[in-house]
């Protein structure tokens, strides 16, 4: 256990040292950019030590890993978010433990959260997920919704009792005009937020960049990096 705390702290300095380089390299304030640290795939113990090593926001990506993973950490103090692409069948779950969901990408979800909230007495941040790669009208390979469609999805999450929209974010395109260029994708995201804060001034999270790009999301505004490997290592995934 000492030595797996031993390379955390090393990975999260070397983190670290990325997003201040960037941040010092944008005019930025480091405290602007807030570190999420995504678990999945990792047990619980690696998220006590991530915890004792200063970190308070870790993410998970599949409700089956995270919710044994966040009830044994329930002591801890941390704010917990959903990452990955949600079911409604999973959102009664999600929202008895996640604090900030990442991928909102349709009404029908949005409808379900509120109801989960509500049930739950809890109030969720909710971030639109924007797939930079979709069409007017679709959604993306991995998620998200078309950028004309943000502005629809920001209101209906207004409007839903127990919600807040918070913000936006993005996943780097991996087709269409954006790909292999994460810079201008975040560039674009960012020109999104500006949009919807003139809308709803308290949306202003930018959620993007993750280990191999955060420092081009860092440069363009993001004001969360999602960053699993480069903390924890690369690990097969739990099938």
């Known amino acids: ?23 010092a390299a944008a005019g930025r304030k480091r405290e602007d950019v807030t570190l999420v640290v995504v678990t999945k795939t990792y047990p619980a113990s690696d998220v006590r030590l991530l915890a004792e090593l200063g970190v308070r926001h870790v993410a998970e990506n599949r409700d089956q890993d995270a919710a044994p993973k966040a009830a044994e950490c329930a002591d801890l103090p941390l704010t ?14 999600v929202v008895s433990y996640a604090d ?3 991928s909102v990408d349709r009404i029908r979800l949005v409808t379900s959260l509120s109801a989960a909230a509500v049930r739950a007495g809890r109030q969720l941040d909710c971030l639109i997920q924007v797939a930079l790669d979709a069409e007017s009208g679709e959604r993306g390979d991995r998620g998200g919704v078309a950028p ?24 780097a395109p991996l087709a ?30 930018v959620s993007a960049g993750m280990s191999a790009d955060l420092d081009d999301a860092v440069a363009a505004g993001a004001t969360h990096v999602r960053v699993g490997s480069a903390v924890l290592g690369v690990r097969p995934g739990l099938g």
């Open 176 to 205: 269409g005009p954006y790909a292999g260029r994460p810079r201008a994708a975040f560039d674009r995201l960012m020109e999104i937020s500006t949009g919807l804060r003139a809308a709803h001034p308290a949306a202003n999270m």
């Open 1 to 23: 256990m000492t030595d797996r705390r031993t390379e955390l702290a090393a990975n999260l300095a070397r983190v670290e040292e990325r997003i201040s380089a960037a941040c």
């Open 100 to 102: 900030v969901v990442h």
């Open 148 to 171: 004309d469609g943000v502005a629809g999805l920001a209101h209906a999450i207004a409007a839903a009792e127990g919600l807040r929209p918070a913000g936006l974010m993005t996943v």
């Open 80 to 93: 917990w978010h959903f990452v990955g692409q949600l079911q409604t069948n999973k959102v009664r779950s």
